[in-house]
């Protein structure tokens, strides 16, 4: 079956950077929009970056001039660069990827990764 498996986060300082990286691995047939999204205590999960899998990517207002997101098909991986840190970046970083499985039919569903911490302090 398909699993995501986040990396890269942790403790920085105001200012600094961080990149975050996904890989999803499994019975595999194509991966679609690959994207983050973050959730921070007591607020609702949000779409931080997307990205197509010909490479076309969106932001929140938020992060724009900030973050790059990018992928490497070849990989099955999706990574976030994350530039000029602030601590309202803080919070729990979800890899999320819209996958079509090869099993006795093909299906297209959304599939979510555990999540990795990412705290800015300031």
């Known amino acids: 079956q398909v699993q995501l498996v986040e990396s890269g986060g942790g403790l920085v300082q105001a200012g600094e950077s961080l990149g975050l990286s996904c890989a999803a691995s499994?019975?595999?047939?194509?991966?679609?929009?690959m994207g983050w999204y973050r959730q921070a205590p007591g607020k609702q999960r949000e779409l931080v970056a997307a990205?197509?899998?010909?490479?076309?990517?969106s932001y929140v207002d938020s992060v724009k001039g900030r973050c790059t997101i990018s992928r490497d098909n070849a990989k099955n991986t999706v990574y976030l660069q994350m530039n000029s840190l602030k601590p309202e970046d803080t919070g729990v970083y979800y890899c999320?990827?819209?996958?079509?499985?090869?099993?006795?039919?093909?299906?297209?569903?959304?599939?979510w990764g555990k999540g990795t911490l990412v705290t800015v302090s300031s």
């Open positions: 990205v197509t899998r010909d490479h076309s990517t």
């Open positions: 499994g019975s595999i047939f194509s991966i679609n929009t």
């Open positions: 999320n990827a819209f996958i079509t499985t090869r099993g006795i039919t093909y299906r297209a569903t959304n599939y």
